[in-house]
């Protein structure tokens, strides 16, 4: 029963997975024509575009490992927690190793020592939490909560509390470098990685087998899928993208301390959603993730420019939006859904 | 001839624009034992949720204990004493025996609050009806399949049923609990119950049902008395097909074992098992759920590991700690469950039949080389007929048997020298079903060595060439297909004559 | 009636053996923690995280989760502060209760009506819900600490009764909002265990299209636990302010995610359909322990995040070990079937 295609179908089907896609862009739009009709002198200039591009790296990193565990049918709420662990660590041996006043060249190495010891430190942090949900089967949920306690507290317990500055003067100016004058480094990682991991996530071996996971783990495992070596590598990434994430609010702030960040956890999970990634697991891309993150930085950048308008109504408009969406997305399937029925009875 | 209980005449349903029923009837006596057969999207279904109120028919009328009714609510049905058991039993696997059975009760009577010593009563009445033996206090989920079925119809009765549904209520159970199932069905018979038995397998529908009405296509097209059944007029009424099947028989000369198991134990789950197999060769396993014959075949596809014994690939001793390392040795399974087990159904036809091959299809900087993976696809759809519009399309579109297929298909890639089958028909339409008959055969021709598990009994005698009786973790009978019966291999399996 | 192989099933004795175990360990390293004063700071430092954990420990056993509820008894406890204050109210602390729970009930009932009518998913749901209670609070509201109204202030000062640690001579004073507790615990245990809507949550956390085909009304029933439980979180705003005598916006908001943490911790199961008042308290109880009285064992305070951490991974892993044994024999049943 050899069936001739009909174009029809396929074409739809396309459109409806990316209908997602296609909405956020027209958020998107929107918001950012919103804001430079209503502050035309401010929205949209060139050091406006700068500031937002120092200001959404380290929570759109973050998202970023989130939304990664978030497609293996986890989540990952320890990614603040590592990424201030990881600053911490890397800044105590700053702070420790590097001699007073000692010249640039000599202190370069230390500062690779030190980008080393944060990224090895992600990773170990994802590891535990990926061995945690892969070979003691603890729900993502639970262990992710438990790593970022653990985390913070580590993290609080070596410092009092206390932040942690003083850096090597290097290391700021390193982190704040702007290429061509315009584009800060912090940006020009993000995109790196933004790229990178789409790239993993739409063509690699590696990203096929993690939706695939996220989607029916038991089928993955008779498919002969290594379910636990996937999850482990998913939450090894995130935890290094967290480092990253920490190194650049080191870099930002010229220090390191157990609570820089934390209310980013939630906001980084509500960009996943926002972006597309089903919190169910399976599906989800990278594009989605960065428009959300867009999104979410022109609204802010964009309140921040009302002197009366608290930068607070981000968070309601934020809130407002993500229900919005659902709800829209909600009445749109059970559309498509009887449409399909139909399609199928015929 | 004992009045009626349920006549419908000429129901006809549509959705969307498409018509589901279109013009069926169904007429049940009381206290008959009704069979209503038909393949998946024949509009059985349909039929049962308008008989209990679910859905509102187009046209037709419904006719329950001499009442004519033009309108019915799942409430009234409930209240004229249609009860439906459906697949899943419906019930509260968190909650207790005794709440299961009593919350619809209070329910149905509007209770607010919840009596505890009631619950108990009413739960105590609904087990004694038909003599069911269960901690009460016990939470389902702790229960095994076929005592969660009896809490179904415990529960049933308690609502002074007249006709009882029974969606393929066998569908879950051995042969032991189908037994049993059919002998309480039986003393419901005897108070003057009704019921609607809802199969697809022949000899079940022989042995417990007095008359038949079978669909297709959202249309009667047989109905009688079971009697005048048998397996060739059954399969075509179905599917409107004639199929015919003969044994299969290796035509090659028989060369070394492929694979080789030497008494292979595993505590708990089966012991002592030599066999070999050879290639060209279809090996089928037959046994009861229980008999350990799944845990065995997944020991071999490296999901468990055995407790002693030796496993032999081409006359090398290997150890297989993973599902992977079954795979590199060159052994592929499709699993029993298809739905939760086999596939990834919201992704792609293209993604579940890949996912097996991925490491072949990327190219030196480990990319996915996407028109390699376009031509692999077009290539399994021609080859094994599969009805699929667009490789793209989430495989949970596609029918019962075009999704094993894509399972199959997974295998057919890789450099296959043993495939085990679990089960692979299951809820599979009996024209998919012959197509992957087919398909075993061609294979084991080409010279892939099959183990086939199943406990359909005719489906093992058309398709193996050689025959292995389990029972409580042992082999105890080898037949040949073409010297043996399906009675014998039912005597065998069970243990009784 | 509870036979000894359902009690080894249930994970409530095992965290209670926890809190003994824990608590002997202070005792026998200080000295100091079966006093008086200790243990009345100890239920003190329980009431507020305890207050959430009901209503947390009901959606979860319903199936679902709420991380909205610090947000929801934030905004509720801040705008009926404000209101009162700017009315310059002198009278009862009844309204403020009822005003706040109002407002939380409102809070709660869009939660509910997004989650059962439109059937979307809690988590998404309560995350946005609560991003836009925040941003209320701190846009609309401009929330700042703030002074509370008369009435509030002299509720915090009521206390119950006075223990003394005739050692040190430190007092503590048990703070009258502990009957709020009792009252919560009491109403909700007749609800769960004597009316058709406490059974319906645990119905539809176990199979929630069953409960539809049995007569459920699922999506009334989770607009009323939404709802409640918002109820719940609009009482225990205003409990919280009146203990701590002023209105901090910040005081609660990060709290959610401990809270849940207890709840699983105290044997409630995450996939919902069961769990009990009883463990979700003893969950909270070693929380609280585990934050408050290392102290007396010379482990600073810096280092008590690092135990809570350890715990929840701990005890959860030690419940999913549970569940996974008693489950792997039925389902290798199932799926052969």
Not at chain 1, 48 to 74: C, K, V
Not at chain 1, 182 to 195: G, H, K, R, T
């Amino acid at each position: 029963m050899q069936s001739t295609v009909k174009p029809a179908i396929p074409a739809k089907a396309l459109a409806g997975r990316d209908q997602n896609l296609l909405r956020l862009l027209v958020m998107l739009v929107f918001v950012f024509g919103l804001m430079t009709v209503l502050r035309p002198n401010e929205f949209a200039t060139l050091a406006d575009f700068n500031s937002m591009m120092r200001q959404f790296p380290e929570y759109g990193i973050m998202a970023i490992g989130i939304s990664l565990t978030m497609i293996t049918g986890g989540i990952d709420l320890g990614v603040v927690g590592t990424a201030n662990l990881s600053a911490i660590f890397a800044a105590k041996f700053l702070i420790g190793a590097v001699p007073q006043g000692a010249p640039p060249e000599q202190v370069l190495p230390y500062l690779a020592a030190a980008v080393a010891i944060a990224l090895a430190t992600g990773l170990l942090c994802g590891a535990f939490a990926g061995l945690l949900i892969s070979r003691f089967r603890i729900p993502a949920i639970l262990a992710t909560l438990g790593t970022q306690q653990l985390y913070t507290g580590i993290a609080i317990g070596i410092t009092n509390g206390r932040p942690q500055s003083r850096l090597p003067l290097l290391y700021s100016t390193i982190g704040n470098t702007e290429f061509f004058g315009f584009f800060p480094l912090s940006f020009v990682i993000y995109c790196a990685i933004a790229v990178g991991i789409g790239l993993m996530l739409s063509r690699s071996r590696f990203g096929t087998c993690m939706y695939m996971l996220g989607t029916n783990a038991k089928a993955a495992r008779f498919a002969g899928l290594n379910n636990a070596s996937i999850i482990i590598r998913t939450y090894m990434v995130s935890g290094i993208l967290s480092s990253v994430a920490g190194l650049i609010m080191m870099a930002r702030a010229n220090s390191a301390k157990a609570d820089y960040g934390a209310p980013y956890t939630l906001q980084c999970v509500l960009i996943a959603v926002l972006g597309g990634i089903d919190p169910n697991g399976g599906f989800g891309k990278i594009t989605g993730v960065t428009l959300a993150i867009l999104i979410l930085q022109f609204l802010s950048s964009g309140l921040n420019m009302f002197n009366n308008i608290s930068n607070f109504y981000r968070d309601v408009i934020w809130g407002g939006v993500l229900i919005l969406v659902l709800v829209f997305n909600r009445l749109f399937s059970i559309r498509a859904e009887r449409r399909a029925v139909r399609r199928s009875m015929a | 001839m004992a009045a009626s209980i349920l006549k419908v005449v000429g129901i006809a349903k549509s959705f969307g624009g498409v018509q589901a029923l279109k013009g069926v009837s169904l007429e049940i006596d009381a206290g008959e034992i009704h069979c209503l057969a038909g393949e998946n999207g024949s509009g059985k279904s349909t039929l049962i949720k308008v008989i209990s109120g679910v859905h509102e028919p187009d046209a037709g009328s419904i006719e329950i204990v001499g009442r004519r009714l033009s309108r019915l609510s799942p409430m009234e049905a409930i209240a004229l004493g249609i009860q439906v058991i459906y697949q899943d039993f419906s019930v509260f696997p968190n909650l207790s025996v005794m709440e299961n059975l009593a919350l619809n009760m209070e329910l149905m009577d509007k209770r607010a609050l919840m009596n505890w010593g009631r619950a108990r009563a009413i739960a105590a009445h609904a087990v004694s009806l038909i003599g069911f033996e269960v901690d009460l206090d016990e939470r389902v989920e702790n229960l095994s399949v076929a005592d969660r079925q009896l809490v179904a119809i415990c529960r049933a009765l308690l609502h002074d049923s007249k006709l009882i549904i029974m969606d393929e209520p066998t569908s879950a159970l051995t042969k032991k609990e189908v037994k049993a199932l059919f002998a309480v069905i039986k003393s419901l018979q005897s108070r003057g119950i009704s019921i609607l038995f809802v199969s697809h397998k022949l000899d079940e529908v022989f042995e417990i049902s007095e008359r038949f009405t079978i669909l297709r296509n959202g249309e009667n097209v047989a109905a009688g008395s079971t009697e005048e059944l048998d397996h060739r007029t059954f399969a075509f009424h179905m599917t409107g097909r004639e199929f015919a099947e003969a044994s299969y028989k290796s035509d090659r000369a028989p060369g070394p074992p492929v694979l080789s198991v030497k008494g292979l134990s595993q505590v708990g789950s089966y012991e002592g098992i030599s066999f070999d197999l050879a290639q060209g060769e279809i090996l089928g396993i037959t046994g009861l759920l229980g008999s350990g014959r799944t845990e065995l075949v997944e020991t071999l596809f490296g999901i468990s590991s055995p407790d002693s014994g030796s496993i032999e690939i081409a006359g090398r001793e290997v150890r297989m700690r993973s599902v992977k390392d079954a795979i590199a040795l060159g052994i592929g399974y499709v699993p029993s469950d298809r739905l939760t087990e086999g596939l990834f159904l919201p992704q792609s036809i293209e993604r579940n039949a890949v996912i097996g091959v991925l490491g072949r299809l990327c190219n030196s900087l480990g990319l996915l080389n996407r028109r390699a993976v376009a031509e692999l696809m077009s290539k399994w759809i021609a080859e094994l007929s599969i009805a699929a519009k667009d490789p793209s399309l989430p495989v949970k579109t596609l029918s019962g048997g075009n999704q094993q297929k894509v399972v199959l298909a997974r295998w057919l890639a890789s450099e296959l020298s043993v495939l085990i089958l679990n089960g692979p028909t299951m809820g599979v339409d009996i024209g998919a079903k012959y197509d992957i008959h087919a398909l075993m055969r061609e294979l084991a021709s080409k010279g892939l060595a099959i183990i086939i598990v199943s406990d359909d009994l005719p489906e093992v005698l058309a398709c193996a060439s050689r025959i292995l009786v389990m029972r409580d973790g042992a082999f105890i009978q080898e037949l040949e297909p073409a010297t043996t019966t399906e009675s014998r291999l039912g005597e065998l399996s069970t243990g009784v004559a | 009636m509870i036979s000894i192989r359902s009690m080894t099933r249930r994970s409530e004795p095992y965290v209670f053996a926890a809190i003994v175990a824990l608590s002997l360990l202070i005792q026998a390293r200080s000295g100091q923690f079966f006093t008086g004063n200790n243990l009345v700071d100890l239920a003190r430092a329980l009431i507020v995280p305890a207050l959430f954990s009901i209503g947390c420990m009901l959606v979860i056993v319903s199936g679902g989760i709420d991380v909205s509820f610090t947000a929801i008894a934030s905004l509720a406890m801040y705008v009926t502060d404000k209101t009162l204050l700017a009315s310059g109210y002198s009278g009862s602390v009844l309204l403020a209760y009822a005003m706040s729970g109002a407002l939380g009930l409102l809070m709660g009932a869009l939660n509910g009506g997004l989650i059962g009518f439109l059937k979307l998913p809690t988590l998404v749901v309560t995350l946005g819900t609560g991003s836009l209670f925040t941003g209320v609070m701190y846009g609309v509201f401009a929330a700042s600490a703030s002074d509370v109204p008369p009435a509030i202030a002299a509720h915090g000062k009521q206390t119950l009764f006075t223990a003394v640690n005739l050692e040190s001579g430190l007092t503590s004073n048990m703070p009258s909002q502990v009957l709020i507790l009792v009252g919560a615990l009491v109403l909700v245990f007749l609800l769960i265990r004597y009316t058709m809507l406490g059974r319906g949550i645990y119905a539809i956390g176990g199979d929630e299209a069953a409960a539809e085909r049995a007569g459920f009304s699922v999506a009334w029933i989770k607009l009323f636990l939404y709802s409640f439980v918002g109820l719940l979180a609009g009482i225990t705003g205003v409990a919280r302010i009146s203990m701590i005598s002023y209105a901090d916006p910040s005081t609660m908001l990060g709290m959610e995610l401990t809270v849940i943490a207890a709840v699983v911790l105290g044997g409630t199961r995450v996939t919902g359909g069961l769990g009990t008042l009883t463990g979700t308290i003893f969950g909270v109880t070693l929380m609280t322990i585990l934050a408050n009285s290392l102290i007396l064992i010379g482990i600073p305070t810096y280092w008590s995040r690092v135990f809570t951490g350890a715990v929840i991974i701990v005890g959860t892993g030690v419940s999913a070990r549970q569940i996974g044994s008693a489950r792997r024999r039925v389902r290798t049943l199932q799926k052969e079937a």
